[in-house]
């Protein structure tokens, strides 16, 4: 089994910035595409950004230009360098890695990390 290890959530003003990252348990995860997806109260979960382990990444409309992920296989981590914050980025942020290895389906979650943009 895989454990995904959020860190850096906390509280900022509107206008800053934070980094989370995201440490997978087993080397398989530097074979997956791994992403962050956030979680409001009273809304679904919504994808953020995601990142295959070849490097190409994609990015919600609502963070572009905003928001880099970013990761390093050799640590089996993914990061978010989160910019220019606005209290609407207030969500707990998870992280995931999925994929299929050797015909083995991979889909595995951490546990969240709140962020709380301060207006």
């Known amino acids: 089994q895989v454990q995904l290890v959020e860190t850096g959530g906390g509280l900022v003003q509107a206008g800053g910035s934070l980094r989370l990252s995201c440490a997978g348990s087993?080397?398989?995860?530097?074979?997956?595409?791994m992403g962050w997806y956030r979680q409001s109260p009273g809304k679904q979960r919504e994808l953020v950004a995601t990142i295959t382990s070849g490097g190409s990444t994609n990015y919600a409309d609502s963070v572009k230009g905003r928001f880099a992920i970013s990761r390093d296989n050799a640590k089996n981590t993914v990061y978010l360098q989160m910019s220019s914050l606005k209290p609407e980025d207030t969500a707990v942020y998870y992280c995931?890695?999925?994929?299929?290895?050797?015909?083995?389906?991979?889909?595995?979650w951490g546990q969240g990390t709140q962020v709380t943009v301060a207006s």
């Open positions: 995931n890695a999925n994929g299929v290895v050797l015909l083995d389906r991979h889909d595995y």
């Open positions: 087993r080397r398989i995860v530097s074979l997956l595409s």
